[in-house]
């Protein structure tokens, strides 16, 4: 099977975004390392995703974490990621790093800290407003770690009296996305722990507000690609965050450990209308690279979307619906292998070389110097890494 017109004109629109804290140190709870080239200031973590935009031509946005990427004036800092090609998407909003935060945040129990959370999102608002981004995405830390040492219920409440607020100073054209986490830091109950309770809490807010999913963000075993559907279904899937994981919240490449999972999501999204021309479904990427190189780190990322993405546009749907009607399962299950296991990298090279980018991204970025360049010019200064 090879990708035809119709399958290239709808890949042509997709735009993966990517984040901005991809580009600095991270790590895990043990150890952060320090690698030569990386970023000091968001400007240098945009110029970095501007490098990834240029040899993929898949990822024109870039999200910002605030307080982590602010900066005097966005206004200036918008105008800045414009001259290289990108736009400033997502507003991350940050509720799980100040000591106030110990015990909640949009849930806590003093109603001075949930003010203090409250008005944390509406500066993110203000920062949307003079970047011209679309979405604030909110994950909690909230939770507990004992039984009894929290009011459950008591929090649900709270928690929508909070996004209440928070919605209501949305822009015509903003958006709110709930990003939802079965564990960690909460390790008894966390107050968004699936896209259930995501779902409940946006739904009661209005049309507005959306459901992110996170595909690292579940127990061992869960269907995601059910989770994808029902959302879909239900018109509230607003966004993806991007990784892999091969235990729990690993922060890994896209695809890295279970490529068939990456395109049996693409397959529901594809099937649901996730990528139709006016899909609400915004595609991002949330990882951490700590032992490989950030940037190309992010090249393989999107283009493992993009991959996955060509592969479930040539699933055979009629005669998928066909089979199933039928309740041929072996026909059914082939037609979807078959799409599953045909190599689109070939097509793809060649679609990448009619809009001008190069055939192979990860070898253009190799041979362009920018990796030296930074290495040589970044030096002294705070490197940028969680938090910063």
Request: aromatic share 10%; glycine share 8%.
């Amino acid at each position: 099977m090879a990708l035809d017109k119709a399958t290239l004109d709808i890949l042509a629109r997709q735009e993966i975004e990517v984040p901005s804290w991809a580009y600095g140190n991270s790590g895990t709870r043990f150890k952060v390392f320090s690698t030569p080239g990386t970023p000091r200031t968001v400007q240098e973590k945009i110029s970095d995703a501007a490098r990834v935009h240029k040899h993929t031509g898949l990822a024109p946005i870039v999200a910002l974490h605030y307080p982590w990427d602010k900066v005097d004036d966005f206004g200036e800092l918008r105008s800045y990621a414009e001259d290289l090609g990108v736009s400033l998407g997502t507003i991350n909003s940050n509720t799980f790093q100040d000591d106030v935060y110990k015990f909640g945040s949009l849930t806590h129990s003093d109603p001075k800290v949930r003010r203090q959370a409250i008005d944390h999102h509406l500066e993110c608002i203000e920062v949307m407003n003079a970047t011209g981004s679309r979405d604030l995405k909110i994950w909690l830390a909230d939770g507990s770690n004992y039984p009894g040492q929290a009011n459950i219920r008591a929090r649900q409440d709270w928690l929508h009296e909070s996004l209440s607020e928070i919605y209501a100073q949305l822009g015509a054209d903003q958006r709110l996305v709930l990003e939802y986490k079965f564990f960690e830091p909460a390790f008894y109950h966390t107050d968004v722990p699936d896209w259930g309770t995501s779902y409940v809490q946006v739904q009661a807010l209005g049309e507005k507000a959306m459901v992110c999913l996170d595909t690292g963000h579940h127990a061992p075993g869960t269907n995601i690609e059910f989770i994808v559907a029902q959302l879909l279904r239900l018109g509230k899937l607003g966004s993806f965050d991007f990784n892999s994981r091969f235990y729990a919240d690993d922060d890994l490449i896209v695809g890295a450990a279970d490529p068939f999972q990456l395109f049996r999501i693409m397959y529901e999204v594809v099937a649901n209308g996730g990528m139709d021309e006016d899909t609400p479904v915004a595609f991002m990427l949330d990882q951490c690279h700590n032992i490989e190189n950030k940037i190309l780190g992010q090249i393989r990322s999107v283009l493992n979307v993009q991959e996955m993405s060509a592969r479930a546009l040539l699933v055979d749907r009629d005669a998928l619906d066909a089979a199933q009607r039928d309740g041929d399962v072996l026909t059914a299950n082939a037609i979807f292998m078959d799409a599953f296991y045909t190599d689109v990298r070939a097509d793809l090279a060649e679609w990448r070389e009619s809009r001008g980018l190069p055939t192979d991204p990860t070898k253009a970025y190799l041979e362009s110097g920018y990796q030296e360049k930074i290495e040589a010019d970044r030096v002294g200064g705070q490197q940028a890494g969680w938090g910063a």
